[in-house]
């Protein structure tokens, strides 16, 4: 056999298998399917037998039901025709037809009835029933029911019923016929009826069947090899399992050794007539398709397909089999050069592919051969290709780095030429020895050296002196050890002038550390000089003067007193400060003030010798620094010159000025070993001065140093005493001048210091001076209200009481506020309480001083003018104040002469005038009350009447008084001012 023909032979075996299979497949569908069709139309003749049997039943009833009523129908109308002819009477041919409803109704299967038309019962087979009334269910069905209709009714607790009806108008009666259910089955024919339907169906294998319910199976079903009598019990078996199914179907097998007896019941039940009607068809029949299939598949179809597939397997293994071992022979041949070989038995066919495949493969082994070696040629050309192209890359990458270092280079250069030309400093380079070889043109211009004369030269020749020159020549020795060198020279240009220079100058080594070049740098400091100075001058003199200040007079005082500590020398410190310069400010204004400065300082510094210093600490206060003082008459002369100088007015039209001066002085070494103590000592001599009437000098003395200790000592002493309540209040009674009876009291306050009282003169004007008197004067304004209260407790009638208050209190933050925290702690009437302010506190920071004095006034706070007389006081402004007292000062009370004696009588006269109240002060002699009584003094307090008194001698002393009426009562004396 060829290949070819095994190729088709296979390929044919091939689609025969399936080919077989499909046919299988389609007669294994059309058999089910016929199966499926037989069962389909046993179970409709099942359901034909049911609905046959149904209706056939249905009609029975039917027809039954409309024969009744209609046969008797007719007989009554017979009847009812006789009554008429007469032949019977009414009530005969009635009876007649009564009793034949009664009757025929017992001989039917159903029951015939009639009633009248109210519904009574006529006739009936159940004669109990007659003359009762029909149920009204029926009835009402009964009336809407037509005639001849048949219905069904289920009276309650009975089965259901059929009914028909016909009327018979002439009497009105309606004759009912009805059969109950279980007569239904009864009057069907039902043998015939099976029987009809077995024909019908046309089919041998279908039986048609009905079982009743009695159990019996109509007609009889046949049991396969057995008589009736056998199969009796199988078949009560059989009716007895379709009872209790009810429908479906089911294979009934009364003889399990005769497959062929089995049969297949289809059944369903007919309700109302308790029947189940169905069909037996035997099961082989049902069956039959499927196992000649089965057998078919079995016998012919499966082995066919196998042995279709095992044929088609070995020659699908014959065909492959050389042409595998062709394809295993060229993979072989890929590695080896051996041809592929024929075997005794192989076709001829075959024998040719193989002399092919030997031939084809043979030429690719040489094609192959061949391209091998132009690959290996090809790579290696490939190669070289690949290290030229890299050599090239290289080097191209080389050319570019250099030219960008050589680019850059270039920019460098370009951007050092441009710094080295447009630098503002002046730039030089010199060779190892020093010999310029090129300079910039700032160089140029800050030298006036064009660079023609300065190249080849040493910068040397640019020194101005030989001294410059050596420092150069020394600074050129040091470099190349230092490196490199900066610092100030001085210079000469061109032109011969000499300058200050900044120069630094670097050394320039080459790899083996040889200097090959100087590197130099320098920049004309002229002008910062200059402005250093200017800065030095402005630090350390005075901006309005021109002389020296503070700092500078410090920094020489110093240094003079280091050369004068050397060389044993005495040096004078004059601490100069013009007398009222205040006065002047404020009067003609600091512009003037200024001019009369600049005018002293003039005047002071054409005084003093050159080697002096004289200096302006500020505002109106100079010192002087004399290094030429050999002794104390030296001191003495100058001093006096200086207050001499001032003696001429000063002229700044239109003012003509007097400037006075309080000098204090302080000598080194004995006043002081430092700058400070210097200072500090001279003023304290120049207060000393002022305090002595000013416009005079005053030698510093240990003594007021001393003083100044005291100061401190006594100050630190009231702070203590304030905090342990050592201060103590005196009191001392203002007496009405013409009754002479107490009016009021001034609290004096005392200080009772270890056992001692100290009197207010030793302690209140340090206290004013660190400010302690704030302090005090609440401390005393406290006492005064506890003693008020006293007075309160004692029943004695109040008396105001005045405290003296310091001019610096009133400037106190919140002083009115605090005033009248204290007053209210103690529940005092402002009413009783006067403040003493001396001129000096009135006129001093007027509007600020007027504001507070109406607002204490305003409380009901009064006002006394203290040591009235003594100060400078504005008589317009006093008027504006709420002042209700004058106090005429001491001195003029007691001095006794003509001019104390005028200003007294003035004072009054003046108080009178203004309304006020005087009161003399220092009352010491029944002279003096009368005198003053004579002017028309108020009141007058003083020794003459009593001294300062402590609280408690008061108040006997009150007692005393109050023994007396008061002539001049409090009230009166709060007047309005
Ligand atoms: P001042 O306010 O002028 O008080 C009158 C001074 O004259 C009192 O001196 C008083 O003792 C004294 N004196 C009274 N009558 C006579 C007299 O007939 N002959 C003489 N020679 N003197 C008489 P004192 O108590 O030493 O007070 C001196 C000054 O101290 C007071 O002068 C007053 O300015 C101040 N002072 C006293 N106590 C206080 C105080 O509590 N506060 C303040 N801020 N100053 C007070
Ligand atoms: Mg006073």
């Not at 129908?73 to 009812?80: A, D, G, H, M």
């Not at 350390?540 to 240094?559: C, G, I, Q, V, W």
Request: hydrophobic share 40%; proline share 5%.
């Amino acid at each position: 056999m060829t290949l070819r023909s095994k190729i088709f032979f296979s390929q044919a075996l091939f689609l025969l298998a399936p080919l077989v299979a499909a046919l299988g497949a389609a007669g294994f569908l059309v058999t089910a399917q016929q199966h499926q069709s037989l069962e389909q139309q046993a179970v409709a003749a099942s359901t034909a037998v049911r609905n046959s049997m149904a209706v056939a039943a249905d009609a029975a009833r039917t027809g039954a039901l409309r024969s009744m009523v209609r046969n008797n129908l007719v007989i009554i109308q017979s009847l009812y025709q006789k009554s008429l002819t007469g032949s019977l009477s009414l009530d005969e041919a009635r009876w007649l037809a009564l009793e034949t409803f009664t009757n025929r109704a017992a001989n039917t299967y159903g029951t015939l009835f009639c009633i009248d038309s109210r519904g009574l019962i006529l006739a009936h087979p159940d004669t109990s029933l007659v003359r009762t009334p029909l149920a009204p269910i029926l009835l009402a069905r009964l009336r809407e029911a037509s005639p001849e209709a048949v219905f069904q009714v289920a009276e309650e607790a009975r089965l259901p019923a059929l009914f028909a009806k016909s009327e018979f108008a002439p009497w009105g009666w309606t004759i009912v016929a009805s059969i109950p259910s279980r007569e239904w089955a009864r009057i069907l024919p039902v043998e015939q009826l099976v029987q009809d339907i077995a024909t019908a169906s046309g089919s041998e294998s279908i039986h048609p069947f009905v079982l009743d319910a009695s159990g019996t199976f109509r007609p009889d079903l046949p049991v396969p090899g057995l008589s009736s009598g056998e199969g009796k019990p199988l078949l009560d078996q059989l009716a007895r399992q379709l009872v209790q199914q009810y429908s479906g179907s089911l294979v009934w097998d009364p003889v399990p050794d005769n497959p062929l007896g089995r049969r297949t019941l289809f059944f369903q039940p007919i309700t109302e007539l308790n029947l189940i009607a169905g069909v037996a068809v035997p099961t082989s029949v049902l069956g039959r398709p499927w196992t000649r299939l089965l057998q078919f598949c079995g016998l012919v179809l499966l082995p066919g397909t196998l042995a279709i597939l095992g044929l088609g397997f070995f020659l699908a293994h014959r065909l492959g089999r050389p042409l595998q071992r062709l394809a295993t022979g060229i993979t072989g041949l890929e590695q080896s050069l051996d041809p592929l070989e024929t075997r005794k038995g192989d076709s001829e066919e075959y024998a040719r592919i193989i002399a092919c495949c030997n031939q084809m493969m043979s030429a690719l082994h040489e094609q192959r051969q061949k391209l091998v070696e132009e690959q290996e040629t090809n790579s290696l050309i490939q190669q070289q290709l690949h290290q030229e192209i890299a050599t090239r890359r290289e080097a191209e990458q080389k050319l570019r780095a250099e030219n960008a270092t050589r680019k850059s280079a270039e920019q460098y250069l370009l951007l050092f030429k441009n710094i080295f030309d447009n630098a503002i400093e002046g730039i030089y380079i010199t060779d190892p020895e020093g010999r310029i070889l090129t300079i910039n043109t700032s160089f140029s211009r800050i030298t006036g050296f064009p660079a023609a004369e300065l190249i080849g030269s040493h910068p040397r020749i640019l020194g101005s002196t030989l001294q410059i020159q050596n420092s150069f020549a020394a600074m050129w020795n040091e470099l190349p050890q230092t490196g490199s060198w900066s610092g100030e020279i001085w210079n000469r240009k061109k032109d011969g002038s000499i300058y200050p220079q900044w120069l630094s100058v670097s050394v320039i080594k080459n790899d083996r550390q040889e200097i090959t070049h100087y590197f130099a740098f320098c920049h004309d400091i002229t002008e910062l000089k200059r402005k250093e100075k200017q800065i030095s001058i402005l630090a350390y003199s005075d901006a309005l003067t021109k002389l020296p200040n503070r700092a500078a007079l410090e920094h020489r005082l110093t240094k003079a007193i280091a050369r004068a500590g050397r060389e044993r020398r005495t040096l004078a410190v004059f601490f100069i400060d013009l007398d009222n310069f205040k006065n002047i400010n404020d009067s003609l204004g600091h512009n003037i003030g200024d001019q009369v400065l600049i005018e002293v300082a003039e005047r002071l510094s054409a005084t003093i010798r050159s080697e002096d210093t004289l200096s302006r600490l500020g505002g109106d206060e100079f010192i002087l620094l004399s290094e030429s003082i050999d002794n104390e008459n030296a001191v003495y002369n100058l001093a006096s010159r200086i207050l001499a100088s001032l003696k001429q007015p000063i002229l700044l039209p239109p003012n003509t000025i007097y400037v006075n001066a309080s000098i204090g002085i302080a000598l080194f070494p004995n006043d002081g070993q430092t700058s400070l103590d210097l200072i500090k000592n001279a003023d304290m001599a120049m207060y000393k001065a002022k305090s002595e009437g000013k416009n005079k000098f005053v030698m510093f003395t240990q003594e007021m140093n001393e003083k100044l200790l005291n100061r401190i000592r006594v100050e630190s002493a009231i702070r203590t005493g304030l905090k342990q309540r050592e201060f103590a209040v005196y009191y001392q009674p203002k007496i009405n001048i013409i009754s002479e009876l107490p009016t009021s009291f001034e609290a004096l306050v005392r200080w009772q210091n270890n056992g001692t009282i100290v009197t207010p003169d030793q302690f209140i004007p340090i206290a004013e001076e660190s400010g302690l008197i704030d302090e005090m004067s609440l401390y005393v304004l406290d006492e005064v209200c506890i003693f008020l209260a006293k007075m309160d407790e004692h029943q004695l009638q109040r008396l105001p009481i005045s405290v003296n208050m310091a001019p610096r209190t009133f400037n106190q933050k919140n002083i009115v506020e605090t005033i009248d925290t204290i007053l209210r702690a103690h529940r005092i009437d402002h009413r009783f309480i006067e403040f003493e302010i001396t001129e000096t506190t009135a006129m001093k920071n007027v509007q600020h001083t007027l504001e507070i004095m109406r607002l204490f006034r305003e409380r009901g706070i009064r006002f006394s003018i203290d040591d009235f007389g003594t100060g400078y006081s504005s008589l317009s402004y006093l008027s504006e104040m709420p002042v209700s007292t004058l106090k005429i000062d001491k001195r003029f009370i007691n001095a006794g002469d003509a001019n104390s004696r005028s200003i007294v009588s003035s004072i009054t006269a003046m108080s009178k005038q203004m309304q006020l109240n005087v009161v003399a002060e220092g009352v010491e002699t029944g002279e003096q009350l009368r005198w003053l009584r004579r002017l028309g003094c108020d009141e007058a307090q003083g020794y003459y009447f009593s001294r300062p008194m402590p609280a408690a001698d008061v108040l006997v002393y009150l007692q005393r008084s109050n023994d007396q009426p008061s002539i001049v009562p409090v009230a009166p004396l709060l007047g309005s001012r």
